[in-house]
């Protein structure tokens, strides 16, 4: 059984930071992706990013330039530094990973973005 276990999220002023994190636990994995998609009040779930390896990175488009993924590999761990933080900002942040052919999902962290 594998589990996602998120924490770092929270209330935030415009132009503030948090940082996100996430650790896989449980069977044995050989991890390829990890990531982190969000999902707002009324709307789908979006990709935030991907990091493949450690040095792959992936954005969408609004977060680029503003939020950091990385990884510690060796801990199972992804992380999301989140920094110029809007309103537009506010979502439950979901922690993914895939090894191999399993795709995996976190709880989902609330991050509150005041204006």
């Known amino acids: 059984q594998v589990q996602l276990v998120e924490s770092g999220g929270g209330l935030a002023q415009t132009g503030g930071s948090l940082r996100l994190s996430c650790t896989a636990s449980?069977?044995?994995?050989?991890?390829?992706?990890m990531g982190w998609y969000r999902q707002a009040p009324g709307k789908q779930r979006e990709l935030v990013a991907t990091?493949?390896?450690?040095?792959?990175?992936n954005y969408a488009g609004p977060v680029k330039g503003r939020f950091t993924i990385s990884r510690d590999s060796a801990k199972n761990t992804v992380f999301l530094q989140m920094n110029s933080l809007k309103p537009e900002d506010t979502a439950v942040y979901y922690c993914?990973?895939?090894?191999?052919?399993?795709?995996?999902w976190g709880q989902g962290t609330q991050v509150t973005v005041s204006s």
């Open positions: 993914y990973i895939r090894a191999i052919t399993e795709h995996y």
């Open positions: 990091i493949i390896g450690s040095d792959s990175l």
């Open positions: 449980g069977s044995p994995l050989r991890i390829d992706i």
